[in-house]
Nanobody, 126 residues
């Protein structure tokens, strides 16, 4: 059974940090690009960052560049999102997703991904 489980969310003050994890099971993570997405209440789901199968390609949304870092450990079947200098506008439900994307690349659009986790809540507030 294919499963993606996010963890690491929580309540943090502005300027703080969180590290999200995305644990994969039921499929070979090595063959898939992974994307992180977030959705705030009343807003559309937006791409935050993505990483290709062998880390050749990494993208970040302009709003998180320089603050967030994506990485993956295929041996542990886990992908991480390190989030630093968090801002209130980073608040949302964060999802990880897996997609088979050719040419060892990744995309920041939800339609590129097949498998989705249920999300972990990140709240940035004082």
């Amino acid at each position: 059974q294919v499963q993606l489980v996010e963890s690491g969310g929580g309540l943090v003050q502005p300027g703080g940090s969180l590290r999200l994890s995305c644990a994969a099971s039921g499929f070979t993570l090595d063959n898939y690009a992974i994307g992180w997405f977030r959705q705030a209440p009343g807003k559309e789901r937006e791409g935050v960052s993505c990483i290709s199968q062998s880390e050749v390609t990494i993208y970040y949304a302009d709003s998180v560049k320089g603050r967030f870092t994506i990485s993956r450990d295929n041996a542990k079947k886990t992908v991480y999102l390190q989030m630093n200098s968090l801002k209130p506008e980073d608040t949302g439900l964060y999802y990880c997703a897996a997609g088979f994307i050719v040419r060892n690349t990744c995309v920041l659009v939800p339609s590129g991904y097949t498998y989705w986790g249920r999300g972990t809540q990140v709240t940035v507030s004082s």
